[in-house]
């Protein structure tokens, strides 16, 4: 099975601060790499998928990027409503799976 | 609009069964890959199982291949997740998704559903 490791587990930052999260993943695959947004009490919702395509109706102030094994989701400008926890998820092969996730807390 | 209810969910013995069901609307069900993902209490998401539009093609999660069938009714738009032999660690909001068009990425989920296993 495909490892997904993210880093840092939990980040504080202020509303308009640039915010970075890294998703490796333990063999190469490609750019099948997908970030999901999960808000607490909340399903999860797709933001990037194709390692760098932005899912429609998401602000453009997130962004994906990376190919391989090492991948970056990048808030441009943290918002109030970017609370939330973020994960990564390979479709290279099955089984797939998941990060464990990166809690984003607003200072 | 896509909407995907689940229901099924419960309390329910360890070594018992459950079978939980999503009513998928507002898309051509027939046409997407179907999948279910859980989420254990104050965990993170793991992928359990996906079924191929016509359920030619079915792939499973290592811990629960033996124990859980996905299934679908195209007629019904209605997609079927069969949990046996349960266990504690099977305790987890499980969620319906929809994968987004020819990819294993999800593009829309249900608002899940609770299965707790427990004596």
């Known amino acids: 099975d495909i490892q997904m490791t993210q880093s840092p587990s939990s980040v504080s930052a202020s509303v308009g601060d640039r915010v970075t999260i890294t998703c490796r993943a333990s063999?190469?695959?490609?750019?099948?790499l997908a970030w999901y947004q999960q808000k607490p009490g909340k399903a999860p919702k797709l933001l990037i998928y194709?390692?760098?395509s932005l899912q429609s109706g998401v602000p453009s102030r997130f962004s994906g990027s990376g190919s391989g094994t090492d991948f970056t989701l990048t808030i441009s400008s943290l918002q109030p409503e970017d609370l939330a926890t973020y994960y990564c998820q390979q479709a290279s092969s099955f089984p797939l799976t998941f990060g464990g996730g990166t809690k984003v807390e607003i200072k | 609009e896509v909407q995907l209810v689940e229901s099924g969910g419960g309390l329910v013995q360890p070594g018992g069964s459950l079978r939980l069901s999503c009513a998928a609307s507002g898309f051509t069900f027939s046409s997407y890959w179907m999948s279910w993902v859980r989420q254990a209490p104050g965990k993170g998401l793991e992928w359990v199982a996906n079924i191929k539009q016509d359920g030619s093609e079915i792939y499973y999660v290592g811990s629960v291949k033996g124990r859980f069938t996905i299934s679908r009714d195209n007629a019904k738009n209605s997609l079927f997740l069969q949990m046996n032999s349960l266990r504690a660690e099977d305790t987890a909001v499980y969620y319906c998704?929809?994968?987004?068009?020819?990819?294993?990425?999800?593009?829309?989920w249900g608002q899940g559903t609770l299965v707790t296993v427990s004596s």
């Open positions: 194709a390692a760098s």
């Open positions: 998704a929809r994968d987004k068009q020819d990819s294993s990425w999800v593009d829309y």
């Open positions: 063999q190469g695959i490609s750019s099948w």
